[in-house]
């Protein structure tokens, strides 16, 4: 794959969905799912692994049963893990904009690539995701800073929540808008 990413090409032909060159989805994309995917493995061992070297040093601890009203964390420990977790989420922030590029790959409708449903309610969903996303790797780094937990649990809330809407949203658009008029909703799909 890297190879291939190192020499790639233009196929001077462009998808009609994005636009892009075809030439990303065979070069490029590939290497940069694969790099991204290495990035995010790293950062949550670190951060799991510095997580529990904290606990264990007394720098986080849980006094009680109410896990985040109790939780008491060293200004030093709070700033290092803030940062590791604010870059594990702007990875999957980066990662969910890989994603959408995926969609025209995907065999998983009934054509092979983006079906009526990608490309009219899940890409936008994708972008609602992702914005969810970048919020609560902005709340990361503002608990790191500032040592304000409640932004960030609502955050993380908020990007849960768009996460099972972007489920339940396109399958609700395809069972009632698609299948009743399947073939005419993807007939210009099945020509792209």
């Not at 969905?17 to 991204?36: C, E, H, R, T």
């Not at 985040?68 to 594990?88: E, N, S, Y």
Request: charged residues 10%.
């Amino acid at each position: 794959e890297v190879l291939k990413f190192i020499s790639g090409a233009a196929f001077d032909a462009a998808d009609p969905i994005f636009n892009k060159d075809i030439g990303f989805y065979i070069f490029s994309l590939p290497v940069l799912q694969a790099g991204l995917g290495l990035a995010k493995t790293l950062v949550i061992l670190t951060l799991i692994g510095c997580a529990i070297i904290y606990f264990l040093r007394g720098n986080l601890y849980f006094p009680g049963l109410r896990l985040f009203k109790q939780l008491r964390i060293d200004p030093a420990a709070r700033i290092h893990l803030g940062i590791l977790l604010a870059i594990f989420l702007a990875t999957i922030t980066a990662g969910i904009y890989l994603s959408r590029f995926t969609l025209l790959t995907s065999s998983g409708g009934l054509i092979f690539g983006a079906t009526y449903t990608d490309a009219t309610v899940r890409i936008f969903m994708l972008w609602v995701s992702m914005v969810a996303a970048l919020l609560a790797a902005i709340s990361a780094a503002w608990w790191a800073w500032k040592g304000k937990l409640s932004p960030l649990i609502g955050a993380v809330s908020l990007y849960v929540v768009v996460g099972i809407t972007g489920a339940v949203i396109p399958s609700l658009v395809q069972k009632l808008v698609v299948a009743p008029n399947e073939l005419v909703k993807e007939t210009p799909f099945i020509k792209y």
